[in-house]
């Protein structure tokens, strides 16, 4: 892949809402963002007064808007920060690893309820109502009862994020997520994209995990979660 290509994930969330996801962008040329129920992710063009006032016209009441960016953001006046830490984007194809016990299906509208009960109880990073329509989710079943997923959301050019990696504290240790992470990538790949993801850069097992299963990181972003001041 060239340097160009790359470029893209150093602002993933601008270069989604401007390529292969711009059909849900909402926003002008300043400052765009994901439907709310969707996901709260959203970016600016630059980091100029002009930007962050289209910013906060797009927010109202008590809504979040979420920057992936390589620098800092110097937040203005207007605005408070309610969240400000990094995160490691990580590359590459994630090795298989099969499952003998346990079989993986792909989920759908009927499944957002259990969907968000797992993603509440373990907090892979926001989860709302529609964000399974941004891509593929697969999940594992036990009883009944949904105990691991993981799935797709931003998609930058050819490149889609792998996400909402989780499992059931009671199910953990089996081997799920890597069999997930796994399959949603075979998934990627067999369209002629590039599998990535994001994870906070305090998520040393989770970090370690993806290693382990071939994927690298490439760079360190800046994670800021800001909202309008009241």
């Given amino acids: 892949?060239?340097?160009?290509?790359?470029?893209?994930l150093d602002r993933p969330i601008w270069s989604a809402l401007t390529t292969s996801q711009r059909h849900l962008a909402e926003g002008g040329p300043r400052a765009l963002r994901y439907p709310v129920?969707?996901?709260?992710?959203?970016?600016?063009?630059?980091?100029?007064a002009e930007s962050f006032a289209a910013l906060g016209d797009l927010l109202s009441g008590s809504q979040v808007a979420a920057l992936f960016t390589p620098e800092p953001v110097e937040v203005p006046a207007g605005f408070k920060v309610v969240l400000a830490d990094t995160g490691e984007q990580m590359i590459g194809s994630p090795a298989d690893?099969?499952?003998?016990?346990?079989?993986?299906?792909?989920?759908?509208?009927?499944?957002?309820p259990a969907m968000m009960a797992l993603t509440e109880l373990t907090k892979?990073?926001?989860f709302a109502r529609r964000t399974h329509e941004l891509g593929t989710f697969l999940?594992?079943?036990?009883g009944g009862e949904l105990v691991a997923m993981t799935g797709e959301r931003m998609k930058?050019?050819?490149f889609v994020e792998m996400t909402a990696v989780c499992v059931h504290p009671d199910?953990?240790?089996?081997?799920?997520?890597?069999?997930?992470?796994?399959?949603?990538?075979?998934?990627?790949?067999?369209?002629?994209?590039?599998?990535?993801?994001?994870?906070?850069?305090?998520?040393t097992s989770a970090?370690?995990?993806?290693?382990?299963?071939?994927?690298?990181i490439r760079r360190r972003l800046h994670v800021t979660a800001l909202m309008k001041q009241a």
């Fill in 1 to 8: 892949m060239s340097d160009t290509d790359l470029a893209l």
């Fill in 37 to 48: 129920d969707m996901t709260p992710f959203a970016d600016m063009a630059d980091m100029s």
């Fill in 97 to 112: 690893s099969p499952l003998r016990d346990a079989e993986i299906v792909t989920l759908g509208a009927a499944d957002v």
């Fill in 124 to 126: 892979p990073g926001p």
């Fill in 139 to 142: 999940g594992i079943r036990s």
């Fill in 156 to 158: 930058p050019g050819k």
């Fill in 171 to 203: 199910y953990r240790g089996r081997g799920y997520a890597q069999a997930l992470l796994a399959a949603v990538a075979r998934r990627i790949e067999a369209r002629g994209e590039i599998p990535f993801l994001h994870v906070f850069s305090s998520n």
């Fill in 207 to 216: 970090i370690a995990l993806y290693e382990r299963q071939g994927m690298w």
